[in-house]
């Protein structure tokens, strides 16, 4: 079963742009719409209308088309009623008509019967079966909120971090300034695709692309900067923590050791970048997309480093230039 609860109405109720629309509509069985959705998945139930209901997944969306429906005519012709009263025993979420096909008025008797929602589309079947498919996999996604930024960075994905007051959205607008684009501010809506790729976008797309700058107040970003400065989602490839400066903290120098940050059972790169006047945040978060960039192209800048300071003291080279060093005083 899953968490989340998806019913008809919820489907007929989405506004999906474009190729992603399924041009729904109900016909019959109206009372059935707050039906909820348990598997998210499509059958298409020849076998169950030709009499055959083993391993019969009711629990799926029915998708009715071209020979379904003629095969439901068929029944209509032969007066042959047994197969949709065993079919509508089970409780079906819904039924599906593709290329807006009309069902048989036995169809539509035993479906209000027991209170099932017929729905039609114009799609064809394969066209409606990929978008609903798509609904199901971003509906029941794995998601989390994160309260931080989210912004692209010569196209790698940034999430930025830290307590409030830290920053964030200070740096975020300088970023912004300097050409790259804002995802989302303050709270980041995070979901885990294929088990592996995490994306971010804006909790509220109405306000996602606002942005908090204390001493200035609310800020709409794309109307600031236009349509080119804002994206509605992004992959998050890398974790950067704002924090205050410690002076007793150790800070990482080198960068050889890898740190992540676990997102919803995914690794995710990180760093921790402190904070205090005089440092130029934008420009730093900058050169670490860049350095991201490279490490997925499969170049290290800090193992490369470490590796010729090996070579160096190996060659005896940092040894003859300490003697040298040495023999002048």
């Not at 509508?88 to 008797?109: D, G, I």
């Not at 150790?250 to 050791?257: A, E, H, K, P, Q």
């Amino acid at each position: 079963m899953l968490n989340k609860k998806l019913t008809v109405l919820d489907l007929l109720d989405l506004d999906l742009p474009g190729h992603d629309a399924l041009e729904l509509k109900c016909i019959a069985g109206r009372r059935g719409l707050p039906r909820a959705i348990s598997v998210p998945d499509v059958n298409r139930p020849g076998l169950a209308l030709s009499g055959f209901f083993d391993a019969f997944a009711y629990e799926r969306v029915q998708l009715f088309g071209r020979g379904e429906t003629a095969y439901l005519q068929k029944l209509h012709n032969e007066n042959n009623n047994d197969n949709l009263r065993t079919l509508f025993s089970y409780k079906l979420p819904c039924c599906v008509f593709s290329t807006s096909r009309e069902p048989t008025p036995e169809f539509l008797q035993y479906a209000e019967e027991a209170c099932c929602p017929i729905l039609q589309t114009s799609l064809y079947s394969t066209d409606f079966s990929g978008r609903l498919l798509r609904v199901f996999s971003n509906f029941f996604l794995p998601t989390k909120t994160i309260h931080g930024v989210l912004v692209e960075v010569y196209g790698v994905g940034i999430l930025l971090t830290g307590r409030s007051g830290v920053g964030k959205s200070e740096t975020a607008l300088e970023l912004v300034e300097r050409g790259h684009r804002l995802v989302a501010d303050d709270i980041v809506e995070v979901r885990c695709k294929n088990g592996n790729i995490i994306t971010g976008q804006g909790a509220n797309s109405l306000i996602s692309h606002h942005m908090e700058i204390r001493g200035l107040g609310i800020i709409n970003i794309s109307k600031l900067y236009g349509v080119g400065a804002i994206r509605d989602q992004k992959e998050v490839q890398l974790v950067v923590r704002l924090e205050e400066w410690d002076s007793n903290k150790s800070y990482d120098r080198l960068g050889v050791d890898q740190q992540d940050m676990d997102i919803l059972g995914v690794k995710v790169p990180a760093i921790d970048i402190p904070v205090r006047p005089g440092r130029n945040l934008p420009i730093i978060i900058e050169a670490a997309a860049m350095n991201e960039r490279l490490k997925k192209m499969g170049y290290n800048s800090a193992r490369d480093f470490n590796q010729n300071v090996l070579k160096w003291i190996e060659n005896g080279e940092a040894q003859r230039a300490f003697s040298g060093n040495e023999d002048k005083y």
